[in-house]
């Protein structure tokens, strides 16, 4: 979309983002949101928990979190705030990367005849779980 703009109106949505930003109020028509659910393939469309939710929201909405995603994250990897075994959510890494840190680990200890404890948590749902949790916890 954005490649179709001409130059002025990249001009107009820059100064628009530098207002918000400077001036700390976001519209509050980009908060809102129409969510439309989408049948998961295969699966009985009887059963709500068949579905998962789609949030259509702004597209200038979108753009400016975008920015300020990329410049956060910028500053957090500047800054060396995330630990070295963070690999979610990273420009240029992914789980491979805590995969080889695994199998490099396992390898390390078999050389050295040493013993090696690992934990895995199952993290299905995740989320869902967790906004329970909160709400449980602080009523």
Not at 77 to 106: C, H, V
Not at 111 to 131: C, G, P, Q, T, W
Request: charge should be positive; glycine fraction near 2%.
């Amino acid at each position: 979309m954005l490649k179709h703009l001409s130059e002025s109106s990249l001009l107009t949505i820059l100064l628009l983002f530098n207002r918000i930003w400077n001036e700390r109020v976001f519209p509050l028509s980009w908060l809102k949101a129409t969510v439309i659910l989408i049948p998961n393939p295969g699966k009985d469309k009887q059963d709500p928990n068949n579905y998962r939710p789609i949030a259509l929201t702004s597209c200038l909405s979108k753009l400016l979190e975008r920015m300020v995603g990329a410049r956060l994250m910028h500053v957090l990897e500047m800054s060396k705030w995330f630990t070295p075994f963070q690999s979610g959510f990273r420009k240029r890494r992914g789980t491979i990367d805590n995969l080889l840190k695994l199998e490099t680990s396992i390898r390390e200890a078999f050389v050295r005849r040493k013993h090696l404890v690992l934990i895995f948590f199952d993290m299905e749902k995740a989320y869902v779980r967790m906004a329970i949790w909160n709400f449980k916890r602080f009523t």
